[in-house]
C-alpha cells in the first residue's frame, strides 16, 4: 500500500491478511535471540578475544528489544491466542525485565486511556507543566542512559504512590505476588551465577544486551512521544513508515511498533495488521506530522526537544497562560 495514500481512501482499499511471517515476528526474534546468545557463549568457552562478542552482543541487545515489545503485546492480550499462554509468556519476560506484567498492563492502560494528558503516567514527568525543567532533564538522562531500571522504577512508583490510580485488590495482590516471583527467581539465578563462577557468562549473555534493550527501549518511547504537545493520537506520536529494507527490517524485529499511532488507534488488533493501515498516519491536522522514514529521521526530530521535554496539549495551555 501506498504510505501516501490519504486515510480517507481506506474505506476503498481491502486490507489484507498479513503474510504468515510477518504474523510469526515474536517467534522469529526469539529464535534469532537464542541462537545469537548460544553464539556468544561459543565465543565466551573458545577463549578467543572478546571483540568476536562485541557485534554479536549488539545484535542481541536489538533482539531483547524486540522482545520487550512482546512483552508490551502481551499486556494487550495479543502476543498468543491461547490466553494462558500470552499470560505465561507476559509474567517470564517481565521477570527478567525486572517488570511485574500485571503493573505494566494495568499502567499501560492508563496510557491508552489517557494519552499525553496529566494522566498518562508512563510518561512522568513530561506531561506536568508544572515540572521544573531541571527534572525534566534529569529524568530523560536517567531514563536514557540506565532504561533496564529506571522504568520498573517508573512503574513501581505509579503502583507505590499515594492514590495510585491502580486501586483493584485483585490486580494489586497480583502485582504483589509478580513482585516476590521476581525477586525469588533473581536470587535463584545470582546464586547459581556466583556459585558455578560464570559472571563472564552472564555479562555478556545477559547484563550487556539487556542494558542496551532497555536503553534502546527507552530512546524509542522517547521517540514516539517525547516533544510531541498536540492534541491527536497522530499529533502526540511520532510514527516511522521505514522506505528501505533495513528500515523494514527493523520494524519487524520490533514487531511493527514503529507505527506507534495505529498501535493507539487500534490497540485492539495484532501488530502484523498495522503496516497496512499506514495511511491513516498521514496528517490530517495541522499540529500533526507525517510519518518518518526512517528513525534516524524521527531522532533528530526527538534531539530537537530534549532540551526542556514535555509532553502533551497541555504545556501549549500553560504556555499561553504564561504569556
Do not use: C
Amino acid at each position: 500500500m501506498n504510505p501516501t495514500l490519504q486515510a480517507s481512501d481506506m474505506s476503498t482499499v481491502e486490507v489484507h491478511e498479513p503474510h504468515w511471517i510477518s504474523r510469526s515476528a515474536f517467534q522469529i526474534v526469539v529464535i534469532l535471540l537464542a541462537v545469537t546468545l548460544i553464539s556468544i557463549g561459543i565465543v565466551l568457552h573458545s577463549g578467543v578475544s572478546l571483540w568476536w562478542a562485541v557485534p554479536l552482543m549488539l545484535i542481541a541487545g536489538h533482539l531483547m528489544h524486540g522482545a520487550a515489545v512482546g512483552f508490551h503485546e502481551a499486556t494487550h492480550g495479543l502476543l498468543r491466542k491461547n490466553r494462558t499462554f500470552n499470560e505465561f509468556d507476559g509474567v517470564l519476560l517481565g521477570v527478567f525485565s525486572f517488570m511485574s506484567f500485571s503493573l505494566y498492563r494495568a499502567a499501560h492502560q492508563l496510557h491508552h486511556m489517557h494519552l499525553a494528558t496529566e494522566k498518562d503516567e508512563e510518561l512522568w514527568p513530561f506531561i506536568h507543566p508544572d515540572s521544573p525543567r531541571w527534572a525534566r532533564i534529569l529524568a530523560a538522562v536517567l531514563e536514557l542512559t540506565f532504561g533496564l531500571f529506571f522504568l520498573p522504577v517508573l512503574f513501581l512508583r505509579i503502583f507505590l504512590r499515594k492514590n495510585s490510580p491502580i486501586r483493584a485488590k485483585r490486580v494489586r495482590v497480583r502485582i504483589w505476588k509478580e513482585l516476590i516471583l521476581m525477586v525469588v527467581v533473581w536470587i535463584v539465578v545470582l546464586s547459581a551465577v556466583a556459585y558455578f563462577d560464570v559472571w563472564k557468562y552472564f555479562l555478556w549473555i545477559y547484563f550487556l544486551p539487556a542494558f542496551l534493550a532497555g536503553n534502546l527501549q527507552s530512546w524509542r518511547k522517547y521517540i514516539e512521544h517525547v516533544g510531541m504537545t498536540g492534541s491527536t493520537v497522530n499529533s502526540s506520536t511520532r510514527n516511522i513508515v521505514a522506505s528501505t529494507w533495513a528500515g523494514k527490517v527493523v520494524s519487524f524485529t520490533l514487531l511493527h511498533e514503529p507505527y506507534h499511532g495505529l498501535h493507539h488507534m487500534h490497540a485492539g488488533i495484532p501488530h502484523a495488521e498495522l503496516p497496512p493501515r499506514a495511511a491513516e498516519l498521514q496528517p490530517k491536522t495541522p499540529e500533526e506530522k507525517a510519518p518518518f522514514p526512517s528513525y534516524s529521521h524521527a531522532l533528530v526530530d526527538l534531539l530537537r526537544s530534549l532540551s526542556d521535554p514535555r509532553v502533551g496539549a497541555q504545556w501549549r495551555s500553560a504556555d499561553r497562560s504564561a504569556s
